[in-house]
Nanobody, 123 residues
Framework: QVQLVESGGGLVQAGGSLRLSCAAS????????MGWFRQAPGKEREFVAA????????YYADSVKGRFTISRDNAKNMVYLQMNSLKPEDTAVYYC????????????????WGQGTQVTVSS
């Protein structure tokens, strides 16, 4: 049974930082591309960042480029999202996802999803 469990969300002031973590189990983690997505109230789920299995290729939404960094530790089955210079518009539930073999940015391309962690950025 595949499980993805996110942690690290919370309330932070604008300009602050958070680090999200995602612990994966039940899948050959080192072979899977991993992604982070987010969904704000009343909006569709959107791509944030992705990382290939080796960690050498990373991809970002334009809205977070230069502020967020995705990384992974295949020895620990973990993927991380370091979020700096947070803005109120970053407020959303953040989801970890596994898959994206054909496309790293498409929601429908990912097979497995975590339950999400809330990030709230106050102005």
């Amino acid at each position: 049974q595949v499980q993805l469990v996110e942690s690290g969300g919370g309330l932070v002031q604008a300009g602050g930082s958070l680090r999200l973590s995602c612990a994966a189990s039940g899948l050959p983690f080192s072979t899977y591309p991993m992604g982070w997505f987010r969904q704000a109230p009343g909006k569709e789920r959107e791509f944030v960042a992705a990382i290939r299995w080796s960690g050498t290729s990373t991809y970002y939404a334009d809205s977070v480029k230069g502020r967020f960094t995705i990384s992974r530790d295949n020895a620990k089955n973990m993927v991380y999202l370091q979020m700096n210079s947070l803005k109120p518009e970053d407020t959303a539930v953040y989801y970890c996802a596994a898959g994206g073999f054909r496309s790293t940015r498409g929601v429908s391309e990912y097979e497995y999803w975590g339950q999400g962690t809330q990030v709230t950025v106050s102005s």
